[in-house]
């Protein structure tokens, strides 16, 4: 799906601000609440995760449907045009309707979805919009979950992932108009041919007759066009994007009156003798896998908290990251094409292993990952749809270099190869120019693993010298070099990219005897680690666990959340910081960006 542009044909209004806001009391549905205005609302503020916003923990804890609304006033619109009502994400399943009519529904909690609501509204009038947010998972969602009841008949939401499952409204909301005949979506693959680059597009508009293109530099100035909605266009003496240097074009697509402005970089990304090359030169991954999270907004999408990120990661001297757990707001994929960051753009599987999960209730179906009561073919042909319109969503961006298909799932396993083997196709016809992955969890060793040849390139969490073998590096050092050695014999000629790995870290817990949970200790854990990349040409990448301190579910081994941060949850320097910033600015400046 096409992000929202503006051009002379598409006008967009943001319908973020504070809305009203209802839990459900489990008659929502049955009484209509869409019907009338919601009759004990209080005010909450979009985009935002709706839990810690008030102090109630009634809100923090919720299971089930919230109801959000406000009305809307629907500007005019010239002959012809329609209305699009477009959001960014409602996590996880959201259902919409235009006064008493439901326009939309869409499960998954982390992609747009949009209705035309042309029909249902009158210019000049207000109409009352009223969104229904489910935060249930169940077996056949990505991820998957369930929801289960305690002894005390509480309901409870049960996921496989240590973040705390946030819901809400978490992207923006948007009204915008486009022609009756408009651009839907737009492919852009670019090459390289000496100096000039090569941009292989192809355009859907419903309906228009006359489809051109034209390709703009970064200053706006015309530099190639062409006819038609699918073609080569040679850009001469191309500006190529490249880490570091987020140089953008944009194409800016004509279908009979609709001008669609796709931005985009010419680069090319490709695999060889264990490297990733972008443009032809290997590329090392440096930075952190990720999360959405912050105090009071949780994963609501914020664009000072966004640069503000940006800043940190590039004070430290990172170039990369990954989208851990879950494709990220847009907008953070926008900024990381202009800041010529590298990314890792993660699915939102998280989560299917049930092998290493207690299950708060206890009732995990036989901890059977792959069984007609947990992870079934209706869960794989779910995220083979989410897999395709993820890349749908995200095909267009430079900074994008690898698509991981999941976090962490059993993949040692006859059951999980006959799961991944269709799914890792589905990446491949969606988009045929970018290495397929998926990330690797510790028990899935090589000499277990069976899915690893599915894939084109070895992703990795590791926990040595914390989850296994705690406080014990020289150990824990000795296993990951024997590990790195099998993963060698097993993948020949692939890239080995360290995904996860660090200590949950106290700041200000200082310790002469550098044990765990002190600063100290995660000095010496993420030195370990990189003592033993730097002896590997194989490993090309190193992205820690994790950028910031976040929220998780409550948990014996989370001490106001999962503390793996190199920075706290406010984005303050713990001491292995500035030891990693060493590291990274001297590699930046050895290897380029
Ligand atoms: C992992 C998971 C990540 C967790 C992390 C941890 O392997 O991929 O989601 O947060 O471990 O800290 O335990």
Same mark, same amino acid.
């Given at each position: %799906?096409?992000?929202?542009?503006?051009?002379?044909?598409?006008?967009?209004?943001?319908?973020?601000?504070?809305?009203?806001?209802?839990?459900?009391?489990?008659?929502?549905?049955?009484?209509?609440?869409?019907?009338?205005?919601? +009759?004990?609302?209080?005010? %909450?503020?979009?985009?935002?995760?709706?839990?810690?916003?008030?102090?109630?923990?009634?809100?923090?804890?919720?299971?089930?449907?919230?109801?959000?609304?406000?009305?809307?006033?629907?500007?005019?619109?010239?002959?012809?045009?329609?209305?699009?009502?477009?959001?960014?994400?409602?996590?996880?399943?959201?259902?919409?309707?235009?006064?008493?009519?439901?326009?939309?529904?869409? $499960?998954?909690?982390?992609?747009?979805? *949009?209705?035309?609501?042309?029909?249902?509204?009158?210019?000049?009038?207000?109409?009352?919009?009223?969104?229904?947010?489910?935060?249930?998972?169940?077996?056949? +969602?990505?991820?998957?979950?369930?929801?289960?009841?305690?002894?005390?008949?509480?309901? !409870? /939401?049960?996921?496989?992932?240590?973040?705390?499952?946030?819901?809400?409204?978490?992207?923006?909301?948007?009204?915008?108009?486009?022609?009756?005949?408009?651009?839907?979506?737009?492919?852009?693959?670019?090459?390289?041919?000496?100096?000039?680059?090569?941009?292989?597009?192809?355009?859907?508009?419903?309906?228009?007759?006359?489809?051109?293109?034209?390709? =703009?530099?970064?200053?706006?100035? *015309?530099?190639?066009?062409?006819?038609?909605?699918?073609?080569?266009?040679?850009?001469?003496?191309?500006? =190529?994007?490249?880490?570091?240097?987020?140089?953008?074009?944009?194409?800016?697509?004509?279908?009979?009156?609709?001008?669609?402005?796709?931005?985009?970089?010419?680069?090319?990304?490709?695999?060889?003798?264990?490297?990733?090359?972008?443009?032809?030169?290997?590329?090392?991954?440096?930075?952190?896998? /990720?999360?959405?999270?912050?105090?009071?907004?949780?994963?609501?999408?914020? @664009?000072?908290?966004?640069?503000?990120?940006? *800043?940190? %990661?590039?004070?430290?001297?990172?170039?990369?990251?990954?989208?851990?757990?879950?494709?990220?707001? $847009?907008?953070?994929?926008?900024?990381?094409?202009?800041?010529?960051?590298?990314?890792?753009?993660?699915?939102?599987?998280?989560?299917? @292993?049930?092998?290493?999960?207690?299950?708060?209730?206890?009732?995990?179906?036989?901890?059977?990952?792959?069984?007609?009561?947990?992870?079934?073919?209706? +869960?794989?042909?779910?995220?083979?749809?989410?897999?395709?319109?993820?890349?749908?969503?995200?095909?267009?961006?430079?900074?994008?270099?690898?698509?991981?298909?999941?976090?962490?799932?059993?993949?040692?396993?006859?059951?999980?190869?006959? #799961?991944?083997?269709?799914?890792?196709?589905?990446?491949?016809?969606?988009?045929?120019?970018?290495?397929?992955? #998926?990330? @690797?969890?510790?028990?899935?060793?090589?000499?277990?693993?069976?899915?690893?040849?599915?894939?084109?390139?070895?992703?990795?969490?590791?926990? @040595?010298?914390?989850?296994?073998?705690?406080?014990?590096?020289?150990?824990?050092?000795?296993?990951?070099?024997?590990?790195?050695?099998?993963?060698?014999?097993?993948?020949?000629?692939?890239?080995?990219?360290?995904? $996860? #790995?660090?200590?949950?870290?106290?700041?200000?817990?200082?310790?002469?005897?550098?044990?765990?949970?002190?600063?100290?200790?995660?000095?010496?854990?993420?030195? %370990?680690?990189?003592?033993?990349?730097?002896?590997?040409?194989?490993?090309?990448? *190193?992205?820690?666990?994790?950028?910031?301190?976040?929220? +998780?579910?409550?948990?014996?081994?989370?001490?106001?959340?999962? !503390?793996?941060?190199?920075?706290?949850?406010?984005?303050?320097?713990?001491?292995?910081?500035?030891?990693?910033?060493?590291?990274?600015?001297?590699?930046?400046? !050895?290897?380029?960006?």
């Amino acid at each position: %799906m096409l992000s929202v542009r503006s051009s002379v044909s598409r006008t967009a209004l943001c319908l973020d601000g504070v809305w009203q806001f209802q839990l459900d009391d489990g008659t929502g549905l049955k009484e209509g609440w869409y019907a009338r205005s919601l +009759t004990d609302p209080r005010p %909450m503020p979009v985009p935002a995760s709706y839990n810690e916003i008030t102090t109630d923990m009634e809100v923090y804890d919720h299971v089930g449907l919230a109801w959000y609304q406000r009305d809307v006033l629907v500007p005019h619109l010239r002959d012809g045009e329609r209305l699009i009502l477009r959001f960014g994400s409602v996590t996880h399943h959201g259902r919409v309707w235009v006064d008493e009519t439901e326009v939309a529904y869409h $499960e998954g909690g982390y992609l747009p979805f *949009e209705a035309d609501i042309t029909d249902h509204v009158t210019p000049g009038e207000t109409f009352r919009l009223t969104v229904a947010v489910d935060n249930e998972l169940r077996w056949d +969602t990505i991820p998957v979950g369930y929801t289960g009841t305690d002894a005390l008949g509480q309901k !409870r /939401r049960n996921y496989f992932f240590d973040f705390f499952s946030y819901a809400g409204i978490h992207r923006s909301v948007v009204l915008y108009t486009r022609p009756a005949h408009a651009v839907t979506d737009v492919t852009i693959v670019t090459d390289i041919s000496g100096a000039n680059g090569l941009l292989t597009y192809s355009v859907e508009a419903p309906g228009a007759s006359d489809i051109h293109v034209r390709v =703009l530099d970064a200053a706006g100035c *015309e530099v190639a066009r062409a006819e038609g909605a699918e073609g080569t266009i040679t850009v001469e003496d191309a500006h =190529l994007w490249a880490p570091g240097k987020g140089y953008l074009y944009t194409l800016e697509v004509h279908a009979d009156d609709d001008v669609y402005p796709q931005p985009f970089g010419i680069r090319t990304v490709a695999i060889e003798d264990s490297q990733l090359l972008i443009n032809g030169t290997p590329f090392y991954f440096r930075g952190y896998g /990720r999360h959405e999270d912050n105090i009071v907004r949780g994963k609501g999408h914020d @664009n000072v908290l966004m640069v503000h990120d940006f *800043e940190v %990661m590039k004070w430290q001297g990172a170039n990369s990251f990954r989208t851990s757990h879950y494709p990220y707001a $847009e907008e953070v994929l926008d900024y990381a094409d202009r800041e010529g960051f590298v990314v890792i753009d993660e699915t939102a599987a998280v989560g299917l @292993n049930l092998s290493m999960w207690p299950g708060e209730l206890g009732d995990v179906p036989g901890k059977v990952t792959f069984s007609p009561d947990t992870v079934t073919e209706a +869960t794989q042909k779910t995220h083979a749809d989410h897999i395709r319109e993820f890349i749908a969503r995200d095909k267009n961006h430079p900074s994008v270099v690898i698509w991981s298909i999941a976090n962490e799932p059993e993949s040692e396993t006859e059951a999980a190869r006959d #799961y991944f083997a269709p799914l890792a196709q589905v990446a491949r016809e969606a988009d045929p120019t970018r290495p397929v992955g #998926y990330v @690797n969890v510790a028990m899935a060793t090589p000499d277990v693993e069976k899915c690893a040849d599915l894939f084109d390139v070895v992703m990795l969490n590791r926990y @040595n010298g914390w989850y296994t073998d705690t406080g014990n590096l020289a150990l824990g050092e000795k296993k990951l070099r024997d590990e790195i050695d099998g993963w060698i014999k097993l993948c020949p000629g692939k890239p080995i990219i360290f995904t $996860e #790995y660090g200590p949950d870290t106290l700041d200000g817990l200082r310790d002469y005897q550098r044990r765990p949970w002190s600063e100290e200790y995660q000095i010496d854990m993420l030195g %370990m680690f990189h003592r033993v990349f730097d002896d590997y040409p194989q490993v090309v990448g *190193e992205q820690m666990w994790n950028f910031a301190d976040f929220r +998780t579910i409550p948990g014996i081994i989370r001490v106001g959340g999962n !503390r793996k941060g190199m920075f706290t949850r406010d984005r303050l320097p713990k001491a292995a910081a500035y030891v990693v910033r060493d590291r990274w600015l001297a590699m930046r400046e !050895r290897l380029g960006f």
